[in-house]
T-cell receptor, first 113, second 115 residues
Framework: GENVEQHPSTLSVQEGDSAVIKCTYS??????FPWYKQELGKRPQLIID?????GEKKDQRIAVTLNKTAKHFSLHITETQPEDSAVYFC????????????FGAGTRLAVHP | DTEVTQTPKHLVMGMTNKKSLKCEQH?????MYWYKQKAKKPPELMFV???????INESVPSRFSPECPNSSLLNLHLHALQPEDSALYLC??????????????FGPGTRLTVL
């Protein structure tokens, strides 16, 4: 079935450390993988995305890697800052069209000064 | 205008009420979505409209009735809701539907409480 698993559910790091969040997906035909950040009481906001024809994408302190064979993708945040504290959701588009996004369960990241 | 807007921000309704949630975007996007998000959970897809036609209904109870009057507007009509329907209702849009996969832009949501 359509499923995205995300780990860990909570992550606590010191400011300046790196944070890594991992996701696996079930549909081998999925070809678009966005990551959303949701602060308390706010809307989910896209922070980075990757398509299946690319293995890695970087945007300043944020990077995403994709392993299509293993059906696995990861978010890497370097030099974390307190404002990075939020819930992060990975997601995958499921085949069959119509932009059907399935989200992982989320990771609550806390960055301590 | 590069945002998705939603009204109202908050809504409290009784189980016998009829109310509507509204969503609007002026980015020329042709796909629009309704999601339901419970506390500490991810958004859960309810409906997808592609080119103003309902493309996906994720087995949502009939007490939720979506409507897409035109390419910029999306409504969600609510009737005879249950307390367990209390949640944040998020609208989203993306440039196109079909098999072209694009970023979905989310609105701020309507926080619904059913008494």
């Amino acid at each position: 079935g359509e499923n995205v698993e995300q780990h860990p559910s909570t992550l606590s790091v010191q400011e300046g450390d790196s944070a890594v969040i991992k996701c696996t997906y079930s549909d081998s035909a999925s070809n678009y993988f966005p990551w959303y950040k949701q602060e308390l009481g706010k809307r989910p906001q896209l922070i980075i995305d990757i398509r299946s024809n690319v293995g890695e994408k970087k945007d300043q302190r944020i990077a995403v890697t994709l392993n299509k064979t293993a059906k696995h993708f990861s978010l890497h945040i370097t030099e974390t800052q307190p404002e990075d504290s939020a819930v992060y959701f990975c997601a995958a588009i499921f085949s069959g069209g119509y932009n059907k996004l399935i989200f992982g369960a989320g990771t609550r990241l806390a960055v301590h000064p | 205008d590069t945002e998705v807007t939603q009204t109202p921000k908050h809504l409290v309704m009784g189980m016998t009420n009829k109310k509507s949630l509204k969503c609007e975007q002026h980015m020329g996007h042709r796909a629009m979505y309704w999601y339901k998000q419970k506390a500490k959970k991810p958004p859960e897809l309810m409906f997808v409209y592609s080119y103003e036609k309902l493309s996906i209904n994720e087995s949502v109870p009939s007490r939720f009735s979506p409507e897409c009057p035109n390419s910029s507007l999306l409504n969600l009509h609510l009737h005879a809701l249950q307390p367990e329907d209390s949640a944040l209702y998020l609208c989203a849009s993306s440039p196109s539907g079909g098999n072209t996969y694009n970023e979905q832009f989310f609105g701020p949501g309507t926080r619904l409480t059913v008494l």
